[in-house]
Structures are given as C-alpha cells and as structure tokens.
C-alpha cells in the first residue's frame, strides 16, 4: 500500500510540475481526461477544480494564458518563484536591477533558492523543470523524485526502510518550503480570475502538497 501511494504521489507531481512549467500539451490531457478532477474529488476538503474538466481544450490559448501569468512581466504576471512572495529580504543581497532596491523583499534568487539548491545538492539532484532552484516546478519535480525514491526503497524490503525514510525526510524539507504557495495561489487568483483554469490548477496543487505535509506528520506521531 505504502509503495502504491508514494508511486501514485510521485505521478501526481510529475504531472503538476509539468503542467505549471509551460507543458500544455500535458495539462490539456489531464483536463480532457478528467485527471486533476479526479484527484480534487479524492482531497478530504472540496476545492473548486471544475474549470480543469473540459471535453476540448485549446491549448494555444492555454499556452497564451500561461506565458501572461508566469513568463512574460505585465499587468497579469505572477512570478513562480519562492524568492518573489517573501515579506522579508535575504541577507547578503546585492542586486544591479534597476526594479529591485537592495534590502527590500522579492528578489531573484534569495534565501529560497538557495535553500532549495542545496538540498538537491545534498540529494544528488539536479532539477530540470523551472529556471530556478525555488521555482514551483521544480520544487515539484522535486518532490516527485523523492517519492519515486520512497517506493522503490520501500519495494526492495525492510533493509531498505532507512533509505526509504531518508527521502521522507527530503519530501519533509521540501513541502515546509512551500508555505508560499498561499501568496501564490491569491496572486494567481486575482490575475486569473476565481475560476481560471491556472487558478484551478495551482489550488490543487497547494491542497495536494498541504495534506501530503499532514500525512507525513501524522505518520511521525
């Protein structure tokens, strides 16, 4: 059971990190499918993932919709990083921008990033989704990986329960650095519209990654 849960996990965010690291191909499937909705019904909380159902789905205009919201800087752009939704700055930071002052919150490759670069460094991990290292899609691609790991340990037996439970630690670590996926979610929300399908999309994932948390909390008690 443990090994089909972490696989199915590990699915799950491979698809979620895809879809919200320009793949649009892979989110149109999954909303044709019914997938994510189908994952939104099994949540023990109701979240609104109704605009993820769709029988045809053009994937241009998805495509437009997400270059707005994550890509191209504008009046919808929602940066997709960690470094951008923190109220403080990091320490050192010295940056050339002309639109970031120095000392102030929100900027490129802060503290985030380079939490999560070293613990794909200490995981021997080197992500391929995302631009960097606190992008959302990579800290999904992350996660996904780590899961992967999980369940073949867990399938190779009770010699393996350590090494199983080395990469709980690291899927640990990596979803109590996702607390900022609730000022993503708003700011997606109020670029996107309540019942955009990017909305949709990234509400599901901050259900997903919050009860993942829960389950492996629970499971330490």
């Known amino acids: 059971m443990a090994v089909t849960v972490a696989d199915a996990r590990a699915d799950l965010y491979g698809l979620l990190a895809a879809a919200l690291d320009g793949e649009t191909a892979v989110l149109a499937a ?4 019914g997938s994510l909705v189908d994952v939104a019904a099994t949540l023990p909380v109701e979240i609104d993932a109704s605009a993820l159902e769709r029988e045809d789905v053009d994937e241009e205009a998805l495509s437009i919709a997400f ?12 940066p997709p990083i960690a470094s951008a939704h923190r109220d403080d700055p990091s320490e050192p930071f010295e940056s050339d921008s002309p639109f970031h002052d120095e000392g102030s919150a929100g900027e490129l490759l802060g503290d985030p990033a380079s939490t999560m670069s070293a613990l794909y460094e200490r995981a021997g991990f080197q992500p391929q989704r995302g631009e960097f290292p606190d ?9 996904g990986a780590a899961a992967r790991a999980e369940a073949r340990a867990l ?4 010699d393996e329960r350590a090494r199983a439970e080395r990469f709980r630690t ?5 979803l109590g650095r996702l607390g900022w996926l609730d000022a993503f979610h708003e700011d997606v929300a109020a670029a996107d519209g309540r019942d955009g ?21 629970e499971s330490d008690r």
């Open 155 to 158: 399938e190779d037996g009770d």
């Open 170 to 174: 690291l899927q640990r670590e990596t």
């Open 67 to 78: 270059d707005n919201l994550f890509v191209v800087p504008g009046p919808k752009y929602v």
């Open 135 to 143: 992008h959302v899609a990579a800290q999904l691609e992350f996660l």
């Open 197 to 217: 399908v990017y909305t949709a999309l990234v509400t599901v994932t901050r259900t997903v990654t919050a009860w993942h948390a829960r389950d492996l909390e």
């Open 30 to 33: 999954a909303m044709c499918d």
